[in-house]
């Protein structure tokens, strides 16, 4: 009986807690200031020394001090950096590549001033004269050839990517690299423009997790998993970083990330969770910045799969669906209406000259009687780390299901998801797609070339595919990948998207923001379409 | 005929009543009402299994009617318990889900009881090498913390309410396969089985009318108790995206989708968990109650078994 009474005791209790715990949600959360990471008090103290240094902004001659914390929701420090000493080149501006991503997506000379093809397999690119390396040496032709050796053997998939093999990648003198691709690839330039193509100095160390770049930021101190503090470089380049101290940290929870911030731990948070962003932009002391990506959301029609082969099914899906208003309720006014696959900031996205599928229920089921939609329910996938993937199918499910079309959502997850496309199997899925290079060609080619990676297994099995409406827009596609013109390269592309949209592939949602929140006192971010080519050399937290 | 039929209405009438009063007399029926927390249980599970058999009827709208320009509205009279992020009434949500949670849990408990009950018997009756081998199964099963092997398990099938209920199945027989077969095992030593073995009653039959209903009671309570541990089960593995498809308003999925509006709309997350806290609570409360009446020497053998 004794026990009994305990265990009943116990319950009591645990009701009771249960209901002050829930009455403790209610309120703000902002109890999470009580468990002070040791990092954030260095950031403090690094703040107050800065007070008297924050006269001037941009790219100073002289650095003006000062330290900043920004929160990732990317692990910088994840197994697969160890070719790069264990560090990412995202976000942290440690190591670069030898071109850059412009705010209008065009690309950057960086380490490289110069490139041009002098074969229709063959680049050249002169290097940019006195860079320096945080070990002190100069940057040199042969460390370029090095860098690209490392990149090639480390990842299986990059000389497929890079269409470069290991070994053709030879320094003609010391300031000039000839790269020699395995095949006519015209948008090289632009793939190669992209973080994880960086450029090292060949005595970093693996083992040592000692990364030896040549960006603006030199690491001092590397906690796996967790954090990756460090220092400006005096002798970089482009600029002196105006930070003395500039940190990463770890935060993978997006509510967290918030939190952080808001309790003044951390001065820029990436990515905090949508529902927040009002509160963060309207309470003292933080403030939130959108920036366009080269992201895109949709939804792919598998017009290989019945009924999902009927054009009138799918363009009764467009009618049913309002883009603007995805936008101004589920996705909190972040992002812009999408008119097609492809994100506007991309100059041969089409946006302009795209049709237009404006919401109208009316059409919609007229175009459903006339189809050939039996009353079957539709499988619609989607992967479980799309952001807000659950809230726009659910919309998208009720949108359909108001025209007649039954929808039933599966979740998978991520790890399967591709494959699960691949197969053919779903008939609707929810896809975002991005781009971390210059060149966003393979948006278009991947997905709706019917030799594209997501075609690809199909149309080689059984000759059908997934998004790929066949021969006329694969050459409509393949002409644009294959031309170094950018008028061609846009004059093609549009009309492949413009066929795409009037055959109602996809179902276009948003194209995407990406948000950063920061404190009052930080200025000068300099975000870019990419969000991991941020630049912080001018970074200031004058406080 | 009339005349018969209203003296047979009458004797049923008279039964009924004397079974009533007897019901409202017993001492079993005193003891589990003389504590108030048994029946602040009983009015939880009460109201949970209402909720459940009339949402229909209660509920102020249809659990996936969505109002995108209503979304996140803090509770009202028009949504008592506000509108979550798709505009959905929470209330409605929460009665559609009591359905789903009580219909997966005993689905699972009937199921595990089913299984656990014929493992413990079989193991407990026939002895020997049989018993053996059941039992170091059920060791095995036993030494997995139960959550994970069910979260490997609904990982591996894939995520839907089905697998749930498998996943949970698989794990959740094994305490009652062992509570049976340790009855089984005294009960087997009684003189009146002794005596059927003697009279050359089948092996069957003396399980089934001699020591099945000897040995139930224990695992009625266990059952009870149970319902919480599968409610909760549901609603952590769906949490975790591996449970129901959305839109199904299960209240383990409408945690995890409204955990990102905590602060901004604290009526979409709390109202879920405080249903899951009260049913919870409610069948731990009733089980416990249901022990000390059923059982009061036995509470042993339910304590702590993998609860």
């Known amino acids: 009986m004794e026990d009994s009474i305990t265990r009943r005791t116990l319950l009591g209790a645990v009701g009771a807690g249960g209901f002050v715990s829930i009455a403790g949600c209610a309120g703000d959360s902002g109890d999470g200031g009580g468990n002070d990471d040791p990092y954030s008090s260095e950031t403090k103290t690094g703040d107050g020394s800065s007070t008297d240094n924050n006269s001037s902004s941009g790219n100073n001659s002289t650095a003006t001090g000062g330290s900043a914390n920004v929160a990732l929701s990317m692990d910088p420090t994840e197994g697969v950096w160890q070719v790069y000493g264990g560090v990412s080149p995202y976000y942290t501006n440690i190591l670069e590549p030898l071109i850059w991503v412009s705010e209008e997506m065009k690309l950057e000379p960086w380490l490289a001033t110069d490139w041009e093809a002098t074969s229709d397999t063959t680049w050249e690119f002169t290097l940019r004269d006195s860079v320096k390396f945080h070990n002190g040496e100069d940057l040199v032709a042969e460390h370029v050839v090095w860098s690209f050796e490392q990149v090639l053997n480390e990842w299986s998939y990059a000389p497929g990517w890079l269409h470069v093999e290991s070994g053709s990648v030879t320094a003609i003198d010391e300031t000039t690299v000839e790269f020699e691709t395995s095949d006519p690839f015209p948008t090289f330039p632009g793939t190669i423009a992209h973080n994880m193509i960086a450029i090292q100095h060949p005595d970093r160390s693996r083992e040592n997790t000692e990364p030896i770049g040549t960006g603006p930021y030199q690491v001092e101190e590397r906690t796996q998993g967790q954090r990756v503090r460090t220092s400006g470089f005096d002798d970089y380049w482009n600029g002196t970083p105006s930070l003395d101290e500039l940190t990463f940290s770890v935060i993978t929870d997006p509510n967290t990330r918030a939190l952080s911030l808001q309790n003044g731990d951390v001065d820029v948070a990436f990515d905090p969770p949508k529902s927040r962003v009002e509160k963060l932009d309207s309470n003292g002391g933080t403030n939130v910045t959108t920036q366009l990506s080269p992201g895109a959301v949709y939804v792919g029609c598998n017009i290989y799969k019945a009924p999902m082969d009927d054009p009138k099914l799918r363009q009764a899906l467009n009618y049913a669906t309002s883009q603007s208003d995805l936008v101004e309720t589920i996705l909190s006014n972040i992002g812009v209406p999408a008119k097609g696959p492809v994100a506007e900031s991309i100059f041969w996205s089409a946006h302009e000259k795209l049709p237009a599928y404006e919401q109208d229920v009316e059409k919609a089921k007229e175009l459903v009687e006339e189809s050939s939609y039996d009353g079957e329910a539709l499988q619609f996938h989607l992967s479980n780390q799309q952001v807000d993937g659950e809230l726009l199918t659910q919309a998208l499910q009720q949108w359909f299901d108001d025209i007649g079309v039954k929808v039933d959502i599966q979740v998978t997850e991520e790890a399967s998801f591709e494959d699960t496309v691949r197969s053919g199997e779903p008939h609707l899925i929810l896809e975002s797609s991005g781009t971390n290079s210059g060149a966003a060609d393979y948006l278009i080619y991947e997905t709706f070339h019917s030799e594209g990676d997501v075609n690809e297994r199909l149309y080689n099995e059984e000759g059908t595919g997934i998004y790929n409406l066949g021969e006329e827009v694969d050459q409509l596609i393949q002409a644009g990948f294959q031309t170094g013109d950018q008028a061609e390269k846009e004059q093609k592309y549009e009309q492949a998207l413009q066929r795409i949209m009037e055959e109602a592939v996809v179902v276009p949602i948003n194209y995407s923001e990406y948000i950063v929140a920061a404190s009052d006192g930080v200025s000068s971010m300099d975000l870019r379409p990419i969000p991991e080519m941020t630049r912080w050399t001018g970074l200031q937290t004058g406080q | ?307």
């Open chain 2, 1 to 307: 005929m009339s005349n018969q039929d209203s003296t047979a209405n009458q004797s049923v009438i008279a039964t009924t009543r004397r079974r009533y009063r007897s019901v409202k007399n017993s001492r079993r029926l005193g003891r589990f009402l003389s504590n108030r927390l048994n029946v602040v249980g009983l009015l939880f599970v009460s109201v949970v299994v209402l909720s459940a058999i009339f949402a229909p009827v209660i509920a102020p709208e249809g659990p996936n009617e969505q109002d995108l320009f209503n979304r996140l509205d803090s509770p009202s009279a028009e949504h008592p318990m506000g509108t979550d992020q798709l505009g959905r009434d929470v209330l409605s949500r929460l009665l559609y889900g009591a359905r789903i949670s009580l219909q997966i849990s005993l689905a699972v408990v009937a199921i595990t009881l089913a299984i656990g009950t014929a493992v413990g018997l079989i193991a407990g009756y026939a002895g020997g090498w049989v018993d053996e081998a059941l039992m170091r199964f059920v060791d095995i099963l036993l030494a997995f913390p139960g959550i994970l092997l069910a979260l490997v398990i609904a990982g591996i099938l894939g995520p839907n309410l089905t697998n749930i209920m498998i996943a949970l199945a698989v794990v959740g027989w094994t305490q009652y396969a062992r509570i049976i077969r340790g009855s089984v095992l005294s009960v087997k030593q009684e003189e009146f089985v002794k005596a059927a073995q003697l009279m050359g009653v089948p092996r069957r039959r003396i399980v089934l009318r001699h020591i099945l209903p000897n040995v139930v009671t224990p695992v009625i309570v266990l059952a009870t108790m149970d319902m919480a541990y599968v409610i909760l089960g549901t609603a952590g593995l769906s949490f975790l995206g591996l449970g129901a498809q959305p839109p199904t308003p299960e209240w383990g999925t409408m945690l995890s989708q409204g955990r990102n509006f905590v602060d901004t709309a604290w009526w979409v997350v709390n109202f879920p968990g405080l249903a899951i806290m009260i049913t919870v609570l409610g069948f731990n409360l009733l089980g416990d109650g249901l022990r000390d009446v059923l059982d009061p020497r036995d509470m042993g053998d339910v304590e702590n078994k993998g609860m």
